[in-house]
């Protein structure tokens, strides 16, 4: 249950970082709460899928997979629009992994 509680609540605050930004480009709602839900499914999944890899290596491959099936919606009519997305999703994934890691592995 820890690793959960874990998991959600960095997934709330990386959604939190993603979503300021959006919310000051005036971004439709719709995508400010799908970023929000994604982070906090990332998060989620990073605490409790147990891969034998880097921890920032892992949070940014699990935040890449749970994107993609976004970014291509989000590809296939704006491509440029993905670049800040991908720098995002490389960043927070990668803070994601590591912080988590370190938290659920405190001694």
């Avoid at 499914?41 to 699990?62: E, P, Q, R, Y």
């Avoid at 491509?79 to 720098?87: E, N």
């Amino acid at each position: 249950m820890k690793k959960i509680k874990i998991g959600l609540l960095f997934g709330i605050i990386a959604g939190v970082i993603d979503v300021i930004p959006m919310i000051m480009q005036n971004l439709t709602w719709d995508a400010n709460i799908s970023a929000f839900t994604m982070w906090i499914v990332v998060g989620f999944l990073i605490a409790t899928i147990d891969l034998k890899i880097n921890s920032i290596i892992k949070g940014i491959l699990i935040a890449f997979l749970v994107l993609l099936p976004s970014a291509i919606l989000i590809g296939w009519e704006e491509p440029v629009s993905l670049i800040p997305i991908l720098i995002m999703t490389t960043i927070l994934g990668g803070l994601l992994g590591f912080s988590i890691n370190k938290t659920l592995n405190k001694k």
